[in-house]
């Protein structure tokens, strides 16, 4: 025996040598496909690393104290948390009073805290000045510079600590992203929005000093969006902010040890405006954020590896069909087929652990390559390392794969017949008998099942019903491997006339006990098979959809196709059918037209792909899978983003907008008064002031009725001349500059109200029902005295949406007029500015005092740098499938080329040149990649036109990404060609007396 | 039906009929043939007449459609592929006309390949195979792949190949037919002395009449059927053959 199987591997290790090319295509596909697992399960192995690593650095100490809930935000929160705690904790004497009690309770603890800075847009810009950069939508972190953090050092590139640089009410420190964006140096001058001080740059510290998981939501968007610290004496610059009004404390204990009493201790002050978070909070948190990136990388690795499989599947085929003759001659010398089949088993497992090898090595390798994108989703910096357990998983589950799906086209292998050796000329590709060959095909599914099973542990659990499900699925298969087995043994019994039949019929009813009862015990213990049946139906249907796609576009033969028209008896089958014939007819139609019309080559080529309809509909699968995820993902952001694009500077009508931390009517005439004299840098503006007040009386006069009501309300005046909202008007008109800068004759100004609450998104009364003509009595406040002014509005406009904008929150606005005489609450412009002017514009703006000009644009890049955080990760990993389609559409290549050698060497003999040759092939395959596109990148098209039309109502024309759509399609064929050109080149060379004579 | 034991080969009334697309082809109908322990026979025929195929019957690598095949006194017509096998490995040896080497082992490891995969194994695989190689004069090349060996290397490396586990009969076909006088001339003398040394008995497939009149009885089949069966040694006979050839256009 032992002789024997070391015939096999030096017989298998023999055939991979003389067989080069072959053997390196089936090994790159097997690599790839472990590679892309490989690297998934080691960026998940860094990112628990991280996750478990300082448990107190990351919570920022061993007990972080914050309010219970969005409504317990700091100064909602004035209640006592006990007796000894005379004030809030979350003020300066609060955070007093913790620290004497920590100091009673648990000797030698340290008490901190961090406060955020508030008020519209309050250090949320920053600008320098001399430098002409700005960035937006960044984080601020107030903290007491000596004392913060409890745990660690925060120190700078220069080596200083926050406590050294932060010596000033005026001393800032940069995050490294933030400046980074700035182009800020140590010593520059930085203007933050909402500030009445400049501030000098003191320092830089690294990104992931508060990025990533730890502090929460915090750090996450101080790692997406930049951070700066500054110490909390510098709140006095920034106007509606409270000295020492904390957002989160740290304590650090005398003993960490007794961190879960403390918290208990803690928790039972107030339980419902605090809550904490321990050390061993964060260690269970992490643990579940752990498992669940586990989950995600094993699932996304696992579709990588079957994409690599059907690379096995078509190799082994190859190598089977390729060797009938070899198969028969070694039959005839007395192998039995279970020995053949083991034979290519063995040359299939020597792939598997070849090919996982250069797997594992090419995994840690793009693990390290990508590292930037896991850090870019996570926000924080991950440490490289080449880790064991990812590579024993991808390696083991590699060459379980390999082997699996190696194992049919070698069952194959044993079925030759011996008396094919007489007859070479009728060599064929060997079909395994039909009902063995399914026995087999039921058995893979349940030893894939076994694999998936140990991958994916307990993530199936929660399926409603799966202790129901995968029993019954195992019983269905047992069954039908019964029945298939009993069928063979009849029709054996058939052909060998005179033997007995009663001991069989027993052994029938046993095994169709025994695989029932077996099955439904299978079921029980292996929840994955469930995915892998439905994996193995979806599969199936896509098969022989691209199958019947590359006959339609060939123009093929109905005669070709009969056998498959029978598949659509199955009931399973029938919602397909329309499906088939609105893409079939069509695409069949356009097929046979070129097959009449175009020039021979491109007959040739298209002949080309009719000829091996299988191969082409596994290299589509592979290539629709991986373009589809990726077309998917990138089309939707492109479309989100531009879409928010255009609704963000609609709804504030312009480009930019100027804000101001000191709302007064002098600021609106001071700034109007600038803005006019640099008129020559704008296209247009106007100025818009909101205004605080309760709408008191309502009158409906559809209905007639006059509402008493009392709502507190915001309110917008605004210059007409330009730049009005572009809202979509389900009732009367916006504002028009031509009448409205005024009262009518009876004393009412005109209005535009939309009807949703820019936060709920719901109308709400009276804006439910709200109509042209209906009037408004507002009791508007000045916001320096609080003197109520009446004024009278009636509504002109009712616009679909809501209200919000980057300058207020306001659903309501009227001509700036109507308010003389009323100190605003906020005062802000919106402008049209031509990018070129925008560096002298925020220049000459900073000669009012107060005020920020943002670009709506970096609104969009706020919401482009959230997508693009969370799109990153799936989008490596499409990238990934798309990398493992790619090795396999090259196997696949470099495989039909092999089998056409002779029809190449023809070709040449009668007088084709090799570049026409040459030209053919490389048709024949970006023939494929188009196909492969418009249905992946098709598809995806579909999906997302579907969705616009429901979120858009049909305003699709500019918002599809034709752009991105075409340049995917372009991927497709790049990577087809790709793939083929190696291969092809070295055939298409190939002298034609070398291929007739020895294929 | 009863086998006689001085028969290695019998086949009784065997017809076979192949499935060629639409067509239905009687390969052969009713042969029935009785060949003696050391005998060497040559089947000689036009294409299609059914040699290859009486030529697969006998060597176990097919079945008939009726009739009974002995080898070796064992009915081997309802056996299963498993026993086939077994059948093959042991008792049968075969030569083909483009030798059929495994291209990716040397002279030396197809030579021993039978003997690894006899059930019962009666000699030592390497050692087996050296003094077969030996024995057709091709040792040294015994450690050479078949792409590395001429064609009359390759048949006698064959040849060996073929009596690997010491058949009782060799089956060959065609087996100077890839090669030029020299190497064909050597290949039948191998055969003789296997013949004649060994006392294996031979079916041998072949177009050449020349290489069929070596042999010591020589059957041809025309459209299936057994048309003559004569001693090539017999002048009376051979010349009566030779008109028949002409007459139906054979080499």
Redesign the interface.
Known sequence: MI??VV?FI??SF??LR?NKQRTLFALLCIAAGVAAMVSLQTLGVMINDTLTGSLQESNRGDLRIHPESEYAWPGFIESDLEDSFAESAFTRRGVAAMQTWFDENYPGSVVTYRQPLEGAFAGWSAFIPERGTVKSFIWNFLIEADTYPVYGKVRSFDGLTLNEMLQAPTDIVLGENLAEDLEAQVGDTLRLSGASQDFTVRGIVPTDTESGFRNSADGFLAGLFGFYYLDVSAVQFFEDTTPGQASELYVRLGDPSKVDEAQERVEAFKRNAISTDSTTDLREQNAVISDQVDDMVVIMGLVSLLIGGIGIVNTMLVIVSRRT??IA?????????G?VTLLFLVEAIIMGILGGFLGVLGGWGLAYLTKGVAENFLGQSLVFTPAIAPAVNGYVVGVAITMIFGFLPTLAAGQV???L????SEAIIPQAGRLSAFVALVALILVLSLVAQGLLGDLLDDVPYIDTITPAIGVVYGVLMALALIAADIIDRRK???RPWLGHAVSWLVTLAVLTGGGALVGQAIPALLLVTIAFVVVGYLYVLFWLIIWAAGGGRFREIWPGVLVLLLPALWPLIPVLIVILLPVWALGRLIQRVMFVDFRIAMRGMLATKGRGATTLLALVIGIFTLSVITMLVDTITSAFEDLLNDAAGGDVVVFTSMPSTETITRLRDKLESERDLLDGYAVIASFDGNLSDYRDVSQNRNINIRMYESIDGRDLDSNLPKLTFTQGRNLDPARDNEADTEGYWPVVVQTKDPYSEESLFPYDDVEVGDIMTFQVQSSDTGRRTPVMFKVVGVAEGAGLWAGSDSRLYAPLAAFEGIEPSNVAAVLDVPKSNMRELRVSLMDVPGTFALETRYLNDLVNQIVDQFTSFPILVAALALFTGGFVIANSVALSTMERRREIGVMKAVGLQRERVLGMLLLEHSLTGIIGGLIGVGISFVILALMLYYMFQGELGDRLPYGIALTLMGVCVVISLVAAIASVWTASGEKPLNTLRYE | MSTNGQYVVQTVDVSKDLALGQVMVHALRGVTLNVKAGEFLGVIGPSGSGKSTLLGLIGGLDTPTTGQVFIDGEDITNLTERELTRIRNEKIGFVFQFFNLVPTLTALQNVALPIRFARHRKFDPTGRAMELLTLLEVDDRANHRPNQLSGGQQQRVAIARALANNPPLLMCDEPTGNLDTVSGALVMQALHDVNEEMGTTIIMVTHDMDIASQAHRVISLVDGRIADDIDPRSAAQMTAMNLLREERGLE
Do not use: S, Y
């Open positions: 002789d024997r015939f030096t017989h023999n055939d003389v003759t070899e001659v070694l039959k005839t010398l007395g192998v039995q087929p020995e017949r011996p008396a050796v007489l007859r070479p060998r006339r005179g």
